[in-house]
T-cell receptor, first 112, second 115 residues
Framework: SQQGEEDPQALSIQEGENATMNCSYK?????LQWYRQNSGRGLVHLIL?????REKHSGRLRVTLDTSKKSSSLLITASRAADTASYFC????????????FGPGTRLSVLP | DTGVSQDPRHKITKRGQNVTFRCDPI?????LYWYRQTLGQGPEFLTY????????KSRLLSDRFSAERPKGSFSTLEIQRTEQGDSAMYLC?????????????FGPGTRLTVL
């Protein structure tokens, strides 16, 4: 099974609300990354958090990492219709015998 | 535009035919990855190159699949005797090993439909 598992699978919110997505993984990691994918397009890197970091911010994005629980969360504040996309977490466990492993994603719909 | 290009963007083929996809990574990136993505799923790792050396292949990569990266620049992914189950989006990503950001830059993908 895949290393990363996002939760929820789908999320629908109103514009202006906050969206929170969670990711759980199984093995030790070097870092964890979040990507966005618009329908039918390639993935765009959003943010990377290293295993020795607990929280990072980038604009309206806030990522947390809890290595003891092997979980991460992505918070998008003040969502916009343009945030509608699929969001994937990817774990980098190359020091532990695995390459980048993506979860199945959370499909976010932001309604105007 | 991430700087990674893939060609073609769409490919429709009949079962049993061979297909070849090309990926041009960001020029200074020495690592190149291939992934396969089916509808509603995340990308699944297929293989990766460090310069021209193919360092790892997933068990998903059957003997009908072959990838090359001559001269450590562009890469090709060939699927022989295509099957309907090969229908998917094939994504390429490049990465500069040793970079602080460890970011992979993805191309737009090649969508394969096997009839």
């Amino acid at each position: 099974s895949q290393q990363g598992e996002e939760d929820p699978q789908a999320l629908s919110i109103q514009e202006g609300e906050n969206a929170t997505m969670n990711c759980s993984y199984k093995t030790s990691i070097n870092n964890l990354q979040w990507y966005r994918q618009n329908s039918g397009r390639g993935l765009v890197h959003l943010i990377l958090i290293r295993s020795n970091e607990r929280e990072k911010h980038s604009g309206r994005l806030r990522v947390t990492l809890d290595t003891s629980k092997k979980s991460s969360s992505l918070l998008i504040t003040a969502s916009r219709a343009a945030d509608t996309a699929s969001y994937f977490c990817a774990t980098d466990a190359r020091n532990y015998g695995q390459n980048f492993v993506f979860g199945p994603g959370t499909r976010l719909s932001v309604l105007p | 535009d991430t700087g990674v290009s893939q060609d073609p963007r769409h490919k429709i083929t009949k079962r049993g035919q061979n297909v070849t996809f090309r990926c041009d990574p960001i020029s200074e990136h020495n690592r190149l990855y291939w992934y396969r993505q089916t509808l509603g799923q995340g990308p699944e790792f297929l293989t990766y190159f460090q310069n021209e050396a193919q360092l790892e292949k997933s068990r998903l990569l059957s003997d009908r699949f072959s990838a090359e990266r001559p001269k450590g620049s562009f890469s090709t992914l060939e699927i022989q005797r295509t099957e309907q189950g090969d229908s998917a989006m094939y994504l390429c990503a490049s990465h500069a090993s040793g970079s602080y950001t460890d970011t992979q830059y993805f191309g737009p993908g090649t969508r394969l439909t096997v009839l």
